[in-house]
T-cell receptor
Framework: AQSVAQPEDQVNVAEGNPLTVKCTYSVSGNPYLFWYVQYPNRGLQFLLKYITGDNLVKGSYGFEAEFNKSQTSFHLKKPSALVSDSALYFCAVRDNRYQLIWGAGTKLIIKP | GAVVSQHPSRVICKSGTSVKIECRSLDFQATTMFWYRQFPKQSLMLMATSNEGSKATYEQGVEKDKFLINHASLTLSTLTVTSAHPEDSSFYIC?????????????FGPGTRLTVL
């Protein structure tokens, strides 16, 4: 069965430090992977996606994600966290019906 | 970027009444629209997928007679919660996607908070 796992409910990072939000997946065939962010009282916003090509994908707001096929991971990263990055982050993978399967979400808290 | 709006953003209704939520793609044509339900501190649960002019495809366990979805045009989809009950209280989110194949990202509306008293 296809699935997405975000093993951390919450990640705490000091402002200015690098951040990583973890995501692992299980799919048959080639994975198509996405990261979305949800700010309080706002809709989900697309950050980045991996379809094919370079394993390091760059997205919005300075975020990037590294696709690792051997580890079936697609961790979200940012070199220097901002307080405004505090939000709920969702990893998703496209299933064979062309719909997204969502991870449970990770709450990212950036402390000043 | 592509914008998806939802209306209303919040609605409070009495048990037994019906509530309609609108989802519009403002600057693009959405061949496919999705309706999700999100419970507190949980991920999104896909309720149904609709393609313009076709009947919606409901996920297992979602009552199609209770959650009526209409995708009448390439820019508008509606979700009607019929005979709402307190357990229907939730955050409902729509999203829209252009093209087919799932390669394109989905654009999400801001969500509608439904409270059934």
């Amino acid at each position: 069965a296809q699935s997405v796992a975000q093993p951390e409910d919450q990640v705490n990072v000091a402002e200015g430090n690098p951040l990583t939000v973890k995501c692992t997946y299980s799919v048959s065939g080639n994975p198509y992977l996405f990261w979305y962010v949800q700010y309080p009282n706002r809709g989900l916003q697309f950050l980045l996606k991996y379809i094919t090509g370079d394993n390091l994908v760059k997205g919005s707001y300075g975020f990037e994600a590294e696709f690792n096929k051997s580890q079936t991971s697609f961790h979200l990263k940012k070199p220097s966290a901002l307080v405004s990055d505090s939000a709920l982050y969702f990893c998703a993978v496209r299933d064979n019906r062309y719909q997204l399967i969502w991870g449970a979400g990770t709450k990212l808290i950036i402390k000043p | 970027g592509a914008v998806v709006s939802q209306h209303p953003s919040r609605v409070i209704c009495k048990s037994g009444t019906s509530v309609k939520i609108e989802c519009r793609s403002l600057d693009f044509q959405a061949t496919t629209m999705f309706w999700y339900r999100q419970f507190p501190k949980q991920s999104l649960m896909l309720m149904a997928t609709s393609n313009e002019g076709s009947k919606a495809t409901y996920e297992q366990g979602v009552e199609k007679d209770k959650f009526l979805i209409n995708h009448a045009s390439l820019t508008l989809s509606t979700l009607t919660v019929t005979s709402a009950h307190p357990e229907d209280s939730s955050f409902y989110i729509c999203s829209a996607r252009t093209g087919t194949g799932g390669y394109n990202e989905q654009f999400f509306g801001p969500g509608t908070r439904l409270t059934v008293l």
